[in-house]
């Protein structure tokens, strides 16, 4: 680590110089591995160089607002560092959204460009939701073609930009009860972000970080830093593959793995291979691993599980299990304060405190109510719900909010009844999470259907999958003969039903039982 202490990290030179310095120092050190291409520092400060060269000369600086919809590439990896370098706003896209979600995003972020792969479904959804632009987006630029896939450079027309004060970076979250809010990140929370993710992972000189996560989520954007601030190196790989997870790990050497929601479940429900003893995995890391998973992968996996709790308006991580289940999510990094639970021992909101200056999002990005909602005086409410144990560990109770993870993808339950809202059979609509038998939730669409709809639930749940992207469609609908409202005429979620029963699997084709019989 280039300073002595976190905090030293968190209040020292900002990102683009701690590359520089590390360049400087050791040129020849390994970032990253990407099949079979090895990255140095050196390399990829070169390669940065040369991409803020491109953006300066399509006159990109201060106070544009980049979108970054690419998967985890070394090419994507420079882009960001050339932002950084460049002093430009990175606004991380998922490059499978389309349709309103899409639009929603580039709206509020007030988008100036865009850099996709070419021939990518994102481009081709951004050009056309321009109306009046007959030749969509135009000719790109080229920003890097490597193996014949270009990443190119898009300008979004006369969108409003602008600095946004001490923002770097704008990850949005998933919208529970509204659109995704745009949560303005600092080159500080990025710091301790990677600090965090260090102590969570026990990083040691010669590690390896497998990285599946999206860089547009927290947990890959963090990963990022990591080799500027400990002698680790990380392994890319553009999807996370269930089937081919043990071979890409053995052959990177990875020693960390990151899990989100079912990860570790879905590994677990794989047939026992060989691979899975040849690896040299020292932990994984991550959040949503059970007790019972927790023992499951140390006896079958030979590593440790390390969790971990936070979120991306705190710096991402917040507290740190590196001990054993019985510690739930763990206790506080040295630069937080945690409450959490009621005064009779039962599970409350948890609350947040920085101990050291600037590790709470300035705020969501035009959002001056949701900014002060979040915050009770100096601390800020996750929305969590929570208890802390005598020794200071944090349990975490589950989500107050209307999030639905499925899959390790956080859902905006908002913008899908958004979209099969204007289906135009359906009356009223709700999606809600289920327990689901691998992972954390599975989604459920409940609709009532106009009269005389001609479309039956499961060809309006088709119908969405030319809206959304994959991960966003529900896999069970139910239809319900009255949807419950409040007095203000609004769904009330609180009324509905949450389980299974009754609905209809979607994804089973040909399916017409309910999936209380597929269980039986």
Not at 208 to 226: K, N, R, S
Request: hydrophobic share 45%; aromatic share 6%.
């Amino acid at each position: 680590m280039s300073a002595t202490t976190p905090t030293q990290v968190i209040d020292g030179r900002d990102i683009a110089a701690e590359l520089a310095a590390l360049v400087a120092d050791r040129p020849g050190r390994l970032y990253a591995v990407a099949g079979e291409r090895r990255v140095t520092v050196g390399e990829l400060d070169a390669a940065v160089d040369r991409v803020r060269e491109v953006l300066a000369d399509a006159g990109i600086g201060r106070g544009a607002r980049v979108a970054v919809a690419l998967p985890n590439t070394v090419e994507h990896v420079v882009v960001v560092f050339a932002l950084v370098r460049a002093g430009v706003l990175w606004v991380p896209l998922n490059p499978r959204l389309k349709g309103a979600p899409l639009a929603h995003l580039l709206h509020d972020s007030g988008a100036t460009h865009l850099v996709a792969e070419r021939g990518d479904d994102v481009v081709a959804a951004v050009a056309a939701s321009r109306p009046g632009h007959e030749e969509g987006l135009g000719a790109g630029i080229t920003v890097a073609d490597e193996a014949g896939t270009a990443t190119q450079l898009w300008r979004l027309g006369d969108a409003p930009g602008g600095v946004v004060p001490g923002t770097s970076l704008l990850l949005y979250t998933s919208g529970t009860t509204g659109p995704p809010k745009g949560v303005r990140v600092s080159q500080s929370m990025l710091r301790a972000a990677a600090v965090g993710a260090l102590a969570v992972t026990d990083a040691r000189a010669g590690d390896v970080l497998y990285v599946w996560e999206p860089i547009f989520h927290v947990g890959g954007a963090q990963t990022l830093l990591m080799p500027l601030y400990a002698d680790v190196s990380l392994a890319l790989a553009r999807r996370f593959s269930a089937s081919g997870f043990w071979g890409d790990v053995v052959r990177t050497g990875a020693t960390h793995v990151h899990y989100l929601g079912g990860i570790l479940q879905i590994l677990l429900q794989r047939p026992v291979t060989a691979l899975e003893r040849g690896h040299r995995v020292r932990v994984a890391w991550g959040a949503g691993a059970t007790p019972a998973i927790w023992e499951e992968c140390r006896r079958r996996f030979g590593f440790a599980v390390h969790e971990c709790y936070g979120m991306t308006e705190t710096s991402s991580i917040v507290t740190v299990n590196t001990e054993g289940p019985d510690q739930g999510v763990g206790r506080p990094l040295p630069w937080f304060e945690v409450r959490a639970g009621e005064g009779n021992g039962g599970p409350g909101e948890i609350l947040v405190r920085p101990l050291h200056p600037g590790l709470l999002t300035p705020g969501y990005l035009g959002n001056p109510e949701a900014s002060a909602a979040a915050r009770t005086g100096e601390w800020f409410r996750t929305g969590d719900h929570g208890t802390l144990d005598a020794a200071g560990n944090l349990h975490f109770h589950g989500r107050a909010s209307d999030s639905i993870r499925v899959r390790g993808e956080n859902v905006s339950a908002w913008q899908v009844e958004d979209v099969y809202g204007r289906h135009p059979d359906v009356d009223r609509c709700a999606v809600v999470g289920a327990a689901a038998d691998v992972g954390e939730q599975e989604m459920v669409l409940l609709l009532t259907l106009r009269a005389g709809a001609e479309h039956d639930a499961r060809s309006v749940v088709a119908w969405g999958a030319d809206h959304l992207a994959p991960f966003q469609v529900p896999r069970y609908v139910r239809t319900l003969d009255e949807m419950p409202l409040t007095p203000s005429q609004r769904v009330a979620k609180h009324q509905l039903p949450r389980g299974l029963d009754g609905a209809l699997d979607c994804a089973v084709a040909g399916a017409s039982r309910a999936s209380a019989s597929r269980r039986a």
